[in-house]
């Protein structure tokens, strides 16, 4: 893989169809960014405002990732990636395609945006592990890293053109042009996969059956159910933002869609700095930094609850945007680069179930929460329990020690899984930096 051991912060772009990957997501996210927005600004007009009504629908959403995105990942692992990302993409713009057309004819109603979104996650639940595992394959294990934090900074700018755009065309034209514009941005996705060549995304052969249990196995060692657990509590309470964020534009701010929108988009200008610093990793993150970035992210959050004025509140929300992403991030990365390429599917399904799968319940939470004493309280809320969740994994990491396969080290230069029993057992092929 030509240049995959040089310097700099966009060393994974040399791979051609990482590149191709990059452009479309580009387009496809920041549609996908607009559409959030625009079906918030929905929800909140058909209901007058209701925190519960936007926390169902974030819940409807998600809730499929709790059923289905484990079997998404053995797909992942078993079949050609690019075909399965091909087809939900496809499946997605048709989705999207049929609101806008509801939205437009002026026939919508909240129970159609309650269907589109459980659908929506059902495709999710496919697309998400077999998106994060393409990544891996595209580029290999040694700018595994790299190319994921630059996938975590095309998002974020997606999330800061998109909701800023959205909230003008909100504005200008209604909630259905955006709509359609999202379910047209898929197309640059299917286009970029289509052009394509080489063998990316297609499974190698592997003896044996590709079984969901041998990823909950490799799931267990303890360096990788610290980490697991903690994002499972920090994403229950903490990253709850589809949510609270136009909530807090709505009711604290007492803002219109323009606002919201530029308060979505300094949210995810943090996340972006954020992205882009951590391109500089190349190993696999230690089980400290993990945990002192959700302290972090908990002492800012509560912060962001204590705040009522509307210029130290987005100062706040850009911080806790980044310091969101940068736990995200390091989670994500000690998860991926503990187990051999040919789990990372099913594996990376149990982080993606674990991260997004918790959302309905916390959606719905917060959203109680919000209803009954304010939506100030679901961030103070949030984010102490996010701190006390980030002490818990230190004091659980110092007791456990670094023993073996803990990995609190950078491994081995290049981002590749940890040497033990466990891995290597794993492992016949030895080959551990092929994509």
């Known amino acids: 893989m030509s240049g995959a051991g040089g310097g700099g912060v966009f060393r994974a772009l040399?791979?051609?169809?990482?590149?191709?990957?990059?452009?479309?997501?580009?387009?496809?996210v920041a549609g996908t960014w607009m559409m959030v927005v625009a079906q918030d600004w929905l929800v909140l007009g058909l209901t007058g405002g209701s925190a519960t009504a936007l926390g169902t629908v974030t819940a409807l959403q998600f809730a499929p990732l709790l059923l289905f995105t484990l079997y998404g990942g053995r797909l992942a692992d078993r079949y050609d990636k690019r075909a399965l990302l091909t087809a939900a993409n496809v499946l997605s713009c048709a989705l999207a395609l049929v609101l806008a057309l509801l939205v437009l004819a002026?026939?919508?109603?909240?129970?159609?945006?309650?269907?589109?979104?459980?659908?929506?996650?059902?495709?999710?639940?496919?697309?998400?592990?077999?998106?994060?595992a393409f990544v891996g394959e595209l580029v290999g294990s040694e700018l595994?890293?790299?190319?994921?934090?630059?996938?975590?900074?095309?998002?974020?700018?997606?999330?800061?053109?998109?909701?800023?755009l959205s909230g003008l065309l909100i504005s200008a034209a209604g909630v259905g042009w955006v709509m359609l514009l999202n379910a047209a941005s898929y197309a640059a996705t299917v286009v970029a996969l289509r052009l394509m060549r080489g063998g990316a995304g297609r499974p190698r052969p592997r003896p044996g059956r590709v079984r969901v249990v041998d990823g909950l196995k490799a799931a267990g060692r303890f360096d990788l159910v610290v980490p697991l657990v903690l994002v499972a509590v920090v994403s229950l309470f903490g990253l709850?933002?589809?949510?609270?964020?136009?909530?807090?534009?709505?009711?604290?701010?007492?803002?219109g869609a323009g606002t919201f929108g530029v308060v979505?988009?300094?949210?995810?200008?943090?996340?972006?700095?954020?992205?882009?610093?951590?391109?500089?990793?190349?190993?696999?993150?230690s089980a400290r930094l993990v945990a002192g970035a959700a302290v972090a992210f908990g002492v800012l959050e509560a912060c962001v609850g204590l705040v009522a004025s509307y210029g130290p509140s987005l100062v706040l929300l850009f911080l806790t945007g980044g310091a969101s992403i940068f736990f995200v991030q390091a989670a994500n990365h000690r998860v991926q680069l503990g187990v051999p390429p040919e789990l990372r599917g099913r594996v990376l399904a149990l982080y993606t179930l674990?991260?997004?799968?918790?959302?309905?319940?916390?959606?719905?939470?917060?959203?109680?929460?919000?209803?009954?004493w304010g939506v100030r309280w679901g961030f103070l809320v949030g984010g102490l329990v996010s701190l006390a969740a980030g002490v818990a994994a230190l004091a659980v990491g110092r007791r456990g020690g670094d023993g073996p396969g803990d990995g609190d080290a950078e491994e081995d230069g290049h981002g590749t899984v940890p040497d033990g029993p466990v891995t290597r057992e794993r492992e016949p092929s030895g080959e551990r930096t092929r994509p």
């Open 106 to 132: 002026g026939a919508v109603q909240l129970w159609h945006v309650y269907a589109f979104a459980c659908a929506l996650g059902m495709v999710n639940s496919v697309e998400v592990p077999a998106r994060m």
């Open 264 to 285: 979505t988009a300094v949210f995810a200008a943090g996340s972006l700095v954020a992205a882009l610093l951590t391109t500089v990793r190349r190993g696999r993150p």
């Open 14 to 28: 040399r791979v051609r169809d990482f590149r191709l990957f990059v452009l479309g997501q580009i387009v496809s």
């Open 144 to 164: 595994l890293p790299n190319a994921s934090a630059l996938s975590a900074a095309y998002f974020n700018v997606a999330r800061v053109v998109g909701p800023a």
């Open 240 to 255: 709850n933002f589809q949510l609270t964020l136009p909530l807090l534009a709505a009711r604290v701010h007492h803002a």
């Open 354 to 372: 674990i991260l997004q799968g918790s959302t309905p319940l916390g959606a719905l939470l917060v959203g109680v929460l919000a209803e009954r």
